[in-house]
T-cell receptor, first 114, second 116 residues
Framework: KAGVTQTPRYLIKTRGQQVTLSCSPI?????VSWYQQTPGQGLQFLFE???????NKGNFPGRFSGRQFSNSRSEMNVSTLELGDSALYLC?????????????FGNGTRLTVT | AQSVTQLGSHVSVSEGALVLLRCNYS??????LFWYVQYPNQGLQLLLK??????LVKGINGFEAEFKKSETSFHLTKPSAHMSDAAEYFC??????????????FGTGTQLKVEL
């Protein structure tokens, strides 16, 4: 089975621009989560989607949004980029409901905002 | 909300020595606990998980962890370190419970260095 695929791997954007990141989960997985990883804040939960519905949301401003399509693929959008948005964005999928289910992570998208 | 604390942001061991990475959790409900490893420029890979049942959990690459409720700990160990174990390790607790979705709260990570 193919793993979680995130595209692109690297992005460089300018302050004020917007960006869209893409994630394809493991085949059959319906839950997709997004995390932001920075040296200062560590790994922080952004949101989770399950069957096209947002099920959990972290403490991020409204500039961060996401969606999930009927094939479980997910996109994350960040508008009006700020320097502090520079981070590794990780997508994870899960094949089961419930907190006992492990997450399977992609290799991330490294976003640099200049 | 649940939380985890990883003691020691950097741990250095000699090749062949015992690896011990510490994790303490705080949870208002029976916790689901995980250890993940991250190699440079990669995502997180699951090492092992504790949900219910046996408190000593065995994972991949020779790692294991013991759930100790009385100490609220879930320390990760490996009897003999290998150079390939050098990576960053994250302890995580499920922060959503059964039926509440998949959300993990991570510790701040421990960078493991293995020296010859």
């Amino acid at each position: 089975k193919a793993g979680v695929t995130q595209t692109p791997r690297y992005l460089i954007k300018t302050r004020g621009q917007q960006v869209t990141l893409s994630c394809s989960p493991i085949s059959g997985h319906r839950s997709v989560s997004w995390y932001q990883q920075t040296p200062g804040q560590g790994l922080q939960f952004l949101f989770e989607y399950f069957s096209e519905t947002q099920r959990n949301k972290g403490n991020f401003p409204g500039r961060f949004s996401g969606r999930q399509f009927s094939n479980s693929r997910s996109e994350m959008n960040v508008s009006t980029l700020e320097l502090g948005d520079s981070a590794l964005y990780l997508c994870a999928s899960s094949g089961q409901e419930g907190g006992y289910s492990p997450l399977h992570f992609g290799n991330g998208t490294r976003l640099t905002v200049t | 909300a649940q939380s985890v604390t990883q003691l020691g942001s950097h741990v250095s061991v000699s090749e062949g020595a015992l690896v011990l990475l510490r994790c303490n959790y705080s949870s208002s409900v029976p916790p689901y606990l995980f250890w993940y490893v991250q190699y440079p420029n990669q995502g997180l890979q699951l090492l092992l998980k504790y949900t219910t049942g046996a408190t000593l959990v065995k994972g991949i690459n020779g790692f294991e962890a013991e759930f100790k409720k009385s100490e609220t700990s879930f320390h990760l160990t490996k009897p003999s370190a290998h150079m390939s174990d050098a990576a960053e390790y994250f302890c995580a607790v499920s922060d959503s419970g059964t039926g509440g979705g998949n959300k993990l709260t991570f510790g701040t990570g421990t960078q493991l260095k293995v020296e010859l």
